[in-house]
């Protein structure tokens, strides 16, 4: 059995479906990974950074109730946080920042430096910094993964990683934001595109900001996602033709639908004839059943490759929720400590400054 110390930097909707997720996969993760965990480390942008060696209560996590008194560090920022918490594993889930991905590459930079393995599920961080997280994760002998940033848990990057040695993809096009969906189908049936907005936050669904999804930030820091990692193109957000859903009237929207060619957001990437540059979009675009894309309703959503050695390959995820996004971070969790374990023995973290507090030795020690 191998203890993993957990650490969630954010804790908002996903951080808090990850938590109960790994509450609820206990048995499951122990009798078939022989992997145990506890909660060392949480910060959040009110809560500040908190450690708890011997592991939070994950109910009391779950309740608000985080006992300060019984804490014993609530460290100053992330370096001396590493230090206290000692995380094996750290989960990044705070807010997107569309323009520049921080502080998450900066939270993740300072995770994998401290020897620990970095799962994220904020896109911008990808976009971003994904090379040299990547690269910082490879000299570690860590992981970096981000399974959640594109298509929720549906796998897509480990899809590419671990099963399609050796393809080259030629375009993609996507249904990407759930929110969008949401908001278009609830005008469709005569509500408002605020009563949509709100709907979609009912559902835990939204960015933290919903103008990224409405205003297409989401959709097209995914586009650059899927370019960077699965192409190795470095799209930029400015080079993606960007079109949001404002502008679409209910009468508009009605009309599509019966005509049934409904209106979706859809993301679109094909490389240019020189084959070393893109032309992509994100912008509301009608939609026929016999399209690839044309099923997907409410939440779903989905991805069409076309790859040379497969013309067509889709992948749905029809109705995803919020625990199908924890899901993604937690396939991540586990393929990070199996690939590592496959590997490389157990590793001695980079040091980095001294803390002033010293945190008493777990009585859960850690597995590297
Ligand atoms: N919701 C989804 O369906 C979904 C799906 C896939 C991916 N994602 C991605 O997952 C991430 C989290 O989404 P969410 O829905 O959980 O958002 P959320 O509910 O708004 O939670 C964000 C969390 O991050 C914390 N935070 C924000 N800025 C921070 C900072 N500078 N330092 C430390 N903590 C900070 C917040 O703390 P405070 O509350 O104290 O401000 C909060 O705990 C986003 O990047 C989003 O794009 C979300």
Known sequence: ??????????????????????????????????????????????????????????????????DESSCPAHSIGINEWLLEARPDVVFETTSLNHETGQP??????????????????????????????????AGAGKCFYFESTVL????????????????????????????????????EAGRSFDEGVRMAQELRITETDPAHDVDAWDATLKVCALAKV????????????REGIRSLSAQRLQAARAEGKPYKLVARAKLAENGSSLNASVKPEQLGSTDPLGNVRGTSLAVHFELDMMPGLTITSHRPNL????????????????????VQGPTSKVQGPKSKIQSPKSKNSSSR
């Open 323 to 342: 625990q199908s996004t924890a899901y993604g971070l937690l396939a991540d969790f586990v393929n990070a400590v199996r690939d590592k374990s496959k």
């Open 152 to 187: 929720d848990s549906a796998p897509v990057f480990s899809l590419f990683r671990e099963t399609l040695p050796g393809v080259k993809l030629r375009a993609f096009s996507g249904v990407f934001n759930s929110t969008s969906n949401v908001i278009i189908e609830t005008m």
């Open 1 to 66: 059995m191998k203890h993993y110390n957990l650490g969630f930097i954010g804790f908002g909707n996903v951080g808090r479906a990850l938590a109960r997720l790994l509450v609820a996969k206990s048995a499951e993760l122990r009798q078939l990974y022989e992997i145990e965990w506890s909660i060392t480390g949480l910060a959040t942008r009110g809560m500040g950074w908190l450690s708890r060696p011997e592991g939070f209560q994950p109910s009391s996590l779950l309740s608000n109730v985080v």
């Open 104 to 137: 998450s590459i900066d939270y993740l930079t300072a995770v994998l430096k401290s020897g620990s393995h970095a799962i994220t599920a904020n896109k911008g961080a990808v976009v971003y910094g994904y090379e040299e997280l990547s690269q910082l994760a």
């Open 230 to 241: 699965l192409m190795k193109l470095p799209l930029k957000p400015s080079e993606v033709r």
